[in-house]
């Protein structure tokens, strides 16, 4: 700074006083940290399933100091010696790395899009990372560590760019980010699903891949990755100054000097390597990235001497660690040793995570990455180009979209293993087929009717929910339902065997609304749900109670069911396989109840998509509105996870093709949106059950594989069209 | 005649062979959707025939009483260890969930590789399965209630569990008698389990002949999770276990059992807990799943050469494709896997 500036503004009234406090308190933060870390891995150390006791490890660790006493020739300890340093230090170490390279990873990310939800998970590199090492597995090469390493690096780089390109980094909307990185996600995790269902040999051993585990075979992987993640540290150190300077906003940093868009694709490159070397060597250890860069900053708010990059990214670093050593410490104190060995690190931190991203929800406004988080959706108007589409063409969807339906669902009953026609149908229906027919239409109807019915409540609720949160990205699974009735149903199905449907349901049912409930609770806050329901605060808190269910679901698996989790795959899959009659009735009702209620709520639904000042003024109750209609959302989603289960994305898509055909009105658009929900899943789950028969392939991978490109097309033109 | 002004211009004629194409199409693939499969008259429920030798059999699963209107002749199997049972007593078996997996891991009893696959053992296709028309369809616990339900509506199913760890021998001669029963076999299997019988009692003879009688023993198999190699050991609850205690062979790991299987999980590491440095370590593996874990993956890791029954070369591989969750024919070769073990 020039002596000029420096005269403009007083200067602080103890200048050199203050810089050296500030000093003092990081370099004491940062030694506590290190001191934390260091108990913790001392614990770390004694934990594990080998029965060795803490005095022989104590021992073998003193005996292994240059000038110690020379060792017994006891195998005891030597056995003590080898546990140590094959199993535990890598162990040890291995949590120590990813810790260090996630928690640098997120800090990056969060500087450079100046949103605080920016975070390897948030941006699908880790779901880009798995799928590039799946589709080379399925090739039948064999990686050694580098090149896994780096395959892994340009699925997760092509994936954080994808990501980051269609939701306008820098913009300030940090739920966009959130949602398109989460269906980004969420449409490669499929991809991956599919490859490891059709190529069970090749892509033996990946399936640990899912979770994230910091257990090692052995030293190697360690120090393979050692030198990898220190050059990845020490060079995006180099980018400090940088960042320090875009935090200002981006015209203040360009008119300073600081090429924006070369550093910003530096330091993406750099989170993406780090990320990358983190997944390679223990799989995905969720939230970690998204932990310890916020909580490094809550720390930096107390401690003014933290806050330049160049002290925050070793404390980001620092916390990660301590973020990852904690959480393994953690699990192995809760469950016993044996079982903790197949318990991924990723399901503690991902609880953790969800509990610290509620928390950060609620506080929207307050905690920033050197950009206010916006109090207002930003995410523009729910409708499509604007034009008022003419009654002709009303119609002509109309009829197209009812023809397509119906044929679809004449396809879906006539098509299977089993060919029928209509005759057979007929037959049926008045109950003189023979058996053959009358078993496969007997066990085939149900499907179709799960499939068509699920379709159009997840339509309808993803209707209502987009235009309550006035996001085209929002999706009804986003708000804590679908992955809140797995869990639930998930639970029943494993703690009570041989349970019949109707306890399945109800449980399920149950703990989807107390999610839901917890959702909107946790998002009204002190205000009460009448006052105004800050809507991408319910999607945050939704998408954190969403990853808690889900963690919750894997860890009862492991803990209850480890060696037949196939009852629980068929509710998280979003299949129609087994579905019977009475599974329909609750979706049934929903819709009989729901798609009248939304049509007679049209009016209201087009002044809640506008803001939040014109119904007011037209005398709509707003809190009470978007109460009744998010909890209309709720029912119907969960009724739709009792007939299909978790099937994502059609509540997201369908309603943006019905605005894109008839035009914004909801009296228009959403009876189009319900029958285009229906035909994407009827037609979904049609492809799955006979493109690779008698193989079957899950209607929610095949609605996620479809619905993704064009998710993507969307992202990228609401992007350009602004 | 002056030009009409622009705004008057009459539109052109729109197209109408889209429209009319696309009826036309529908209209012709309406027309193949017509008729019926069926070539005999409908008449209420077909019979395949089977009222011949044996009257009506009433048989108790897991779920009650199946009942069916003669033997089961045609069955098809959602289980590899059922079908093992099944080809033991000389059933045929008509379709099998799994056809492929079931011949590389459980060769025992093998499988006409022509058999029609029915999809896989977790999601098997329920479409194929009443294809096939079969007399009877058994199965496993393992797959939903709901489901089991809706194919006993059509067909009579019989559900067993895959086995149960309170008394897993016990409940393999039950299983064995249920399936003999409902397919009117009784005969063969009353000769299975008797031939059973000698083969335990043999290998039990063979191990005093060695001196080996109490020997510690542990069975196991693993998998590679990226890295780092899982282990799942058979306690005395597992089928393969109870084997081990009939012999008077002694199980090293004896706790953490789940209560269907008996299986425990633990990691390199904890193998460390097994002291008795006499104890023979027996493993599973197969060559089509990428060969040995215990030789090849653990081979540079230093927990691993620590052991006492690495370093006492009392490591042994048992054949591959033995299925330790089957039936009796899998039993007598496990009891010889087990005692070769020991007493090479």
Redesign the interface.
């Known amino acids: 700074m020039t002596s000029a500036t420096t005269a403009a503004r007083p200067s602080p009234p103890s200048g050199r006083g203050a810089g050296s406090r500030a000093s003092l308190g990081a370099g004491a933060v940062l030694a506590a940290g290190a001191l934390a870390l260091v108990a913790l891995s001392v614990a770390h150390l004694l934990q ?5 006791s803490v005095a022989e490890v104590v021992r073998a660790a003193l005996t292994q100091l240059p000038g110690a006493p020379g060792a017994g020739e006891d195998a005891a300890r ?2 003590a010696v ?2 140590l ?4 230090l890598p162990r040890l170490a291995a949590a120590v790395l990813c810790g260090v390279a996630l928690g640098l990873a997120g800090t990056l990310l969060q500087s450079v899009s100046r949103n605080a939800l920016a975070s390897p998970d948030t941006v699908a590199v880790n779901a880009g990372a798995y799928v590039a090492v799946a589709v080379v597995a399925v090739t039948g090469v064999s990686l050694p560590f580098y090149a896994g390493g780096l395959v892994a690096f340009a699925g997760g780089l092509a994936a954080a760019l994808l990501v980051l390109v269609v939701a306008r980094i820098g913009a300030d909307d940090p739920v966009r980010l959130v949602l398109a990185g989460s269906a980004v996600a969420l449409a490669l995790g499929s991809l991956t699903s599919v490859l490891l269902l059709l190529f069970p ?1 090749d892509t ?6 899912g979770s994230g ?1 910091t ?4 030293p ?2 360690v120090l393979r990755a050692a030198p990898v993640v220190v050059v990845g540290a020490l060079a995006v150190m180099l980018l400090c100054q940088r960042l320090d300077v875009m935090g200002l906003g981006e015209d203040a940093a360009r008119s300073l000097g600081v090429p924006v868009g070369r550093t910003r694709l530096l330091a993406v490159v750099g989170a993406v390597l780090l990320s990358a070397v983190a997944v390679t060597l223990a ?1 995905p250890i969720g939230f970690v990235g998204l932990c310890a860069p916020v909580l490094a900053r809550l720390l930096a708010r107390g401690v003014p001497g933290l806050a330049p990059h160049a002290r925050l990214l070793p404390l980001a670093a620092l916390t990660g660690a301590l973020v990852v050593v904690a959480a393994d410490v953690l699990l192995r104190l809760l469950v ?4 903790a ?2 318990v991924p690190t990723g399901v503690v931190t991902s609880l953790a995570g969800a509990v610290l991203l509620v928390h950060l929800a609620r506080r929207l406004g307050v905690v920033g990455a050197g950009g206010a988080v916006s109090g207002t959706v930003g995410g523009g108007t729910v409708s499509s180009s604007g034009t008022l589409a003419s009654r002709r063409r009303v119609l002509a969807v109309a009829a197209v979209t009812a ?1 397509l339906l119906v ?1 679809t669902a ?1 396809a879906a009953l ?1 098509l ?9 149908v007929a ?1 049926w229906a008045q ?10 239409l ?3 109807v149900p499907r179709v009717g799960a499939a068509l019915l699920g379709g159009a409540c997840l339509a309808l609720a993803g209707c209502l929910v987009q235009a309550v949160c006035r996001n085209p990205l929002a999706e009804p699974g986003l708000l804590g339902i679908t992955p809140g009735a797995s869990a639930g149903a998930v639970a029943v ?1 494993l703690l009570v ?5 109707w306890p399945v349901m109800g449980v399920a049912t149950a703990v989807a609304l107390v999610a839901f409930a917890l959702v909107l609770r946790l998002a009204a806050g002190r205000a009460g749900l009448g006052g105004g329901l800050p809507v991408e605060r319910v999607l945050l808190v939704g998408i954190g109670v969403s990853t808690a269910a889900g963690a919750v679901t894997t860890l009862v698996v492991l803990l209850f069911a ?3 989790p ?2 629980a ?2 509710w998280l899959a979003g ?1 129609t ?4 009659g009475e ?1 329909l009735l609750p979706a049934a009702g929903a819709l009989l109840v729901g798609l009248p209620a939304a049509l007679l709520a049209a009016r209201v639904l087009d002044l809640l998509s506008l803001d939040d000042d014109v119904p007011r003024l037209l005398g709509v109750r707003l809190g009470r509105a978007r109460l009744g209609l998010l909890a209309l959302a709720g029912v119907l989603t969960a009724a739709a996870a009792c007939a299909v289960g978790a099937l994502g994305f059609v509540g997201l898509v369908a309603p943006h093709a019905a605005r894109a055909l008839v035009g914004g009105r909801h009296a228009l658009a959403v009876p189009v949106a319900v029958g285009l929900g229906a035909l994407l899943v009827c037609a979904a789950d049609l492809l799955g ?1 006979t493109l690779l ?4 392939v899950a209607a929610g991978l095949v609605t996620a594989l479809l619905g993704a490109p064009y998710f993507v097309y969307l992202l990228r033109r609401s992007a350009t069209s602004r | 005649m002056p030009l009409l002004p622009p705004a008057l211009r009459l539109p052109a004629p729109r197209s109408r062979t889209l429209p009319a194409l696309a009826a036309a199409a529908a209209t012709a693939l309406l027309l193949t959707a017509c008729g019926t499969t069926e070539t005999t008259a409908p008449a209420g429920g077909a019979e395949t025939g089977s009222s011949t030798a044996g009257g009506a059999v009433t048989v108790t699963d897991e779920r009650g009483a199946v009942e069916l209107d003669a033997p089961a002749a045609s069955v098809v199997s959602l289980e590899w260890g059922l079908t093992e049972n099944l080809l033991s007593l000389g059933v045929d078996v008509v379709g099998q969930a799994d056809v492929e997996g079931y011949n590389t891991w459980a060769t025992v009893e093998p499988l006409d590789p022509a058999t029609p696959d029915v999809g896989t053992r977790g999601e098997p296709s329920l479409d194929a399965i009443v294809a096939l028309d079969p007399d009877l369809v058994v199965t496993t616990t393992d797959i939903d209630e709901a489901v089991i339900a809706q194919l006993a509506e059509q067909v009579p199913v019989i559900a067993l569990r895959g086995s149960d760890s309170a008394d897993p021998l016990g409940y393999m001669r039950s299983t064995v008698e249920t399936l003999a029963t409902a397919t009117g076999t009784q005969d063969a299997g009353e000769q299975l389990l008797t031939d059973f019988d000698a083969k335990v009692a043999d290998g039990q003879a063979r191990l005093e002949a060695a001196g080996r009688t109490g020997a510690p023993f542990v069975l196991a198999d693993g998998w590679d999770d990226a890295g780092a190699v899982s282990v799942r050991l058979y306690t005395p609850g597992s089928f393969v276990g109870a084997i081990g205690d009939e012999l008077g062979l002694v199980n090293q790991w004896t706790e953490g059992g789940d209560p269907d299987y008996g299986l425990a999980a633990t990691d390199v590491e904890g193998l460390t807990r097994i002291s008795d440095p006499a104890t023979t370590f027996v493993y599973g593996a197969n060559d089509a799943d990428g060969g040995s874990l215990f030789t090849d993956a653990l081979a540079g890791n230093a927990v691993w050469q620590q052991l006492p029954f690495v370093t006492g070369d009392r490591v042994r591989r048992t054949p591959d494709g033995l299925w330790p969750f089957g039936g009796p024919a899998s039993g007598s070769a496990y009891v010889d896997a087990l005692v070769t073990a020991v007493t090479s």
């Open positions: 594990g399933s080998a029965a060795v030597e056995q080898a546990v340093l094959a199993s535990r040999q033996l051993g990946l399936y640990a891949w585990s257990a090692q075979g052995g190697d992987a799989g016993p040793a044996d079982v060995a197949n023809t044929a004449l006539l299977g293993e089993r060919v029928v026609l209509l005759g057979d037959n109950g003189l087929a023979g058996r053959q027919v009358s078993f496969a007997d066990q085939r199905v065997p041989g349970v019949g449907v480890p060696w037949s196939q009852l795959l068929t299949s396989w087994g579905r019977s599974q059950r028969s008698p193989t079957e």
